[in-house]
């Protein structure tokens, strides 16, 4: 994705992911923990994407990963059939650490 127009459409695949994806998870996850996606990175290939989140209450971000872990073919076949582009990449999912440091910061400079 050397061009210009290849990375234009490698960072819109990147938002609709992020966005479909959060769209998947308030449909699909049930109302036990608030599960919010922060970001989305695509392989250089474009065949993996990896989608972060975090969970609230943090207690239940173990149950949240394994939820979004078993529901990936599903969130995958789910954006599929929203997005037009010849190949939506297999997604595997993580937890936000990044987001997880700027939250503990935050606090500890409002404190």
Do not use: W
Not at 23 to 47: C, F, M, W
Not at 53 to 77: C, I, S, W
Request: glycine share 8%; proline share 3%; hydrophobic share 35%.
């Amino acid at each position: 994705m050397a061009t210009h127009e290849g990375r234009d459409r490698y960072d819109r695949l990147n938002m609709l992911v992020k966005q479909y994806a959060g769209q998947y998870v308030s449909r699909e996850a049930g109302n036990t923990a608030l599960i919010t996606i922060t970001r989305s990175t695509i392989s250089p290939d474009g065949k993996k994407c990896m989608v972060y989140f975090t969970a609230l209450p943090v207690d239940k971000e173990n149950a949240a990963l394994g939820f979004l872990k078993r529901h990936r073919g599903d969130m995958r076949d789910y954006i599929e059939s929203i997005v037009r582009t010849q190949n939506v990449p297999f997604i595997d999912v993580a937890v936000d650490e990044g987001e997880k440091n700027y939250q503990r910061i935050d606090g500890l400079l409002k404190q």
